[in-house]
């Protein structure tokens, strides 16, 4: 064990954890560790609004996306859509390097568990174990539907996921979301052009009978995408945030936390809007639960939960696919809004 305590513990590597290890690391000793190297993996189509991309201030090529196109059944829908994309990966590891220059350190450590009493963290390192001590230990390593984040008991927890790739190919729609919302089942399909030329092709789902191999396969055929797959990952979404977000001197962040919109898995823009105050409160000593229970960010996640809840429930009994014609509503809004 290190005689040092480290002052900011941060399990994950990711965004949360890197966002929160560059803001932390001018507060006190930062190490913020993973299994995997920051930007080694992919889980997501990288779409995100301009200013929320501005507000991470890294450095990295985007492509300007200025159309939604949706696909319902047999029509398609189009709307203005402000946002950017960007490769998931780079992004990763910009932010992986803005904590680094900022005085985190980064270790790729197995995190295996800790003890709230004694305040130590145990990892796995080429076969040994590897204890650290702390002040502050925040969890921003995922969403765990089986696992309950602060005891580590076993639980069963509603949860969506997505399957998503990288392909060397072009696609069609040049500077434009494409989406295919589907009917039968609640979920979506998406093909986002990145700015390097290939595309981010992905399927998300809301439930655990969401057939998403061959969901995934037949809309790569439809959509005649036929390019190598260079990259392959998705993840597991939380669909509702969480009750508590601090125990003791144990808090959550980023999808631990439960900051993703139900509706769509957008997360991004929660990590960056709440990071700044949920520093400031966990530097300060104050309690995050009373800021997160107050803050708009539960509150627009919660809501969202309890629209998708509500679409899938009334899916499950009257066969009736809310989800789509939800999708419809956002279309016709976003037509009517000023652009």
């Not at 299994?35 to 929320?52: A, E, I, S, Y």
């Not at 000593?285 to 919660?302: A, C, D, I, Q, V």
């Amino acid at each position: 064990m290190s005689d040092k305590t480290i002052d900011y513990l941060i399990i994950g590597g990711s965004v949360a954890g890197s966002v929160l290890a560059a803001k932390l690391a001018e507060h006190g000793t930062t190490l913020f560790v993973d299994r995997h190297k920051p930007g080694t993996l992919m889980n997501c189509g990288g779409g995100m609004p301009q200013k929320v991309f501005d507000a991470f201030a890294i450095d990295i090529p985007t492509l300007p996306i200025s159309q939604g196109i949706m696909k319902i059944g047999d029509k398609e829908y189009s709307f203005p859509c402000h946002y950017l994309v960007v490769n998931r990966s780079e992004f990763d590891r910009a932010l992986y390097q803005k904590a680094c220059n900022a005085g985190a350190e980064f270790r790729q450590l197995s995190f295996l568990g800790y003890d709230a009493e004694t305040k130590v963290a145990d990892f796995s390192e080429h076969g040994q174990t590897v204890t650290l001590k702390y002040h502050k230990l925040i969890l921003a390593n995922g969403f765990h539907p089986a696992k309950e984040p602060f005891s580590g008991a076993a639980k069963t927890a509603d949860c969506g996921a997505a399957r998503v790739e990288i392909i060397d190919t072009e696609t069609s729609y040049k500077a434009a979301f494409y989406f295919e919302i589907y009917q039968k089942t609640p979920g979506y399909s998406w093909i986002f052009p990145m700015p390097d030329g290939r595309i981010n092709i992905g399927t998300g789902g809301f439930r655990p009978d969401f057939d998403f191999k061959n969901i995934f396969e037949q809309f790569k055929i439809t959509e005649n995408i036929t390019g190598k797959v260079e990259v392959k990952g998705g993840g597991v979404l939380p669909l509702k945030p969480a009750g508590i977000i601090q125990q003791g001197d144990v808090s959550l962040f980023g999808d631990s936390a439960g900051m993703i919109t139900a509706l769509n898995g957008e997360g991004l823009m929660h990590i960056e809007r709440f990071s700044d105050k949920y520093v400031q409160d966990l530097v300060a000593g104050r309690n995050l639960n009373w800021l997160w229970w107050r803050s708009p960010t539960y509150w627009y996640l919660m809501m969202a939960s309890i629209c998708l809840k509500s679409f899938l429930l009334i899916d499950k009994i009257f066969k009736i696919q809310l989800y789509s014609y939800a999708c419809r509503l956002v279309i016709i809004v976003r037509n009517l809004l000023p652009r």
